[in-house]
């Protein structure tokens, strides 16, 4: 079965940092492009980062920029999403997603994991 | 940033009627379209991508359509499981960016 699993979540302090990992099973993990993308309290989807399959090529939302970092370890069919300086608007659902293979640029979000909430608040 | 306009806001219709969506962009998408459905206390689920296909296992009611600027989510048939709040996506350049939303009730 083809998943993704989210962890690393919680309760930090404003300023504070958090890791979250994405762990992936079922497909060949070096074959798609990967992404996070977070859902806060009652709001809608907001894009917040992409990998390349070799993790060579970034991007991020101007929101997290300069704050997130995405990096990838094929070896371990994991993503992840180092989130330091963290702010009150942070808080929400972040979703770990596959990016389809697509001949042209990225692909739609086929595969998403159940999430894992960041609360940022003193 | 392509923004995304989604109407409308909220669509209220009973079980066995016809639902279209609308998307609209801020610059042309090509068809670098998905749609998405998301349904309380889960992930968002890809129904259709790159503006008209249907992605594995979604239902032949769900249909989409448009290209550049304009694009429409229709669901043929209402069907109870299908009120949810649906979300579009373009891919076309970064970064990527989703509507607000429409949210599809119970009339």
């Known amino acids: 079965e083809v998943q993704l699993v989210e962890s690393g979540g919680g309760l930090v302090q404003p300023g504070g940092s958090l890791r979250l990992s994405c762990a992936a099973s079922?497909?060949?993990?070096?074959?798609?492009?990967m992404n996070w993308v977070r859902q806060a309290p009652g709001k809608g989807l907001e894009w917040v980062s992409h990998?390349?399959?070799?993790?060579?090529?970034?991007h991020y939302a101007d929101s997290v920029k300069g704050r997130f970092t995405i990096s990838r370890d094929n070896t371990k069919n994991s993503l992840y999403l180092q989130m330091n300086s963290l702010r009150a608007e942070d808080t929400a659902l972040y979703y770990c997603a596959r990016s389809a293979i697509a001949s042209t640029g990225t692909g739609a979000f086929d595969i998403w994991g159940q999430g894992t909430v960041v609360t940022v608040s003193s | 940033e392509i923004v995304l306009t989604q109407s409308p806001a909220t669509l209220s219709l009973s079980p066995g009627e016809r639902a279209t969506l609308s998307c609209r962009a801020s610059q042309s998408v090509s068809s670098y379209l998905a749609w998405y459905q998301q349904k309380p206390g889960q992930a968002p689920r890809l129904l259709i991508y790159d503006a008209s296909n249907r992605a594995t296992g979604i239902p032949a009611r769900f249909s989409g359509s448009g290209s550049g600027t304009d694009f429409t989510l229709t669901i043929s048939s209402l069907e109870p499981e299908d009120f949810a709040v649906y979300y579009c996506q373009q891919r076309r350049s970064w970064p990527i960016t989703f509507g607000q939303g429409t949210r599809l009730e119970i009339k």
């Open positions: 079922g497909f060949t993990f070096s074959d798609n492009e």
């Open positions: 990998s390349s399959r070799g993790g060579n090529t970034l």
